[in-house]
């Protein structure tokens, strides 16, 4: 997204809007894909040696739970405020910003809710949905003899 100074006249604020393609900024990954265009929006303004823009980056994003692996849409609008030197230049170019700030925004591990109870490591069904007796049941239960102590102790 660049922005051609020589345009703006100083104190006099002027909108602009861009469309950009995630793939342009590369910025998906595993757990989390743009499910759409990243619309960036906002006011710049000029005033001596700098430009200030003040606006909001919005885009809808599939995320990936990292307990039970469902997929999750969201409509994200996150505010953005930049100021650059202009001094001596003739445009700036604020992609590399823009990239940061959606960088910085993604969540190290997506939950799709908090009380996520994730999926059974040894059969796989998704704990949130339904119970499975496989872990009570398996042979090789660490806590198996433990259980066994457990119940003598009841009798």
């Known amino acids: 997204m660049i922005i051609d100074i020589t345009r703006l006249k100083d104190g ?5 809007a861009e469309t950009l393609e995630p793939k342009v900024l590369d910025i998906e990954y595993v757990d989390l894909r743009y499910a759409g265009k990243i619309v960036v929006k906002g006011i710049a303004q000029k005033a001596l040696h700098v430009l200030t823009f003040h606006g909001v980056v919005e885009r809808q994003i599939e995320h990936t739970c990292a307990r039970c692996l469902k997929t999750v849409q969201e409509n994200i609008q996150e505010p953005i405020d930049f100021n650059y030197d202009i001094k001596d230049v003739t445009e700036v170019n604020m992609l590399d910003d823009i990239r940061d700030v959606l960088i910085l925004s993604h969540s190290e591990r997506f939950l799709c809710n908090a009380g996520c ?3 059974c490591p ?6 949130n949905i339904e119970t499975c007796s496989c872990r009570l049941q398996a042979a090789g239960h660490p806590f198996s003899k433990l259980r066994g102590l ?6």
Do not use: M, P, T, Y
């Open 12 to 16: 006099i604020a002027e909108s602009i």
């Open 117 to 119: 109870k994730g999926l």
């Open 122 to 127: 040894n059969c796989g069904v998704d704990l």
């Open 150 to 155: 457990f119940n003598q102790k009841r009798s």
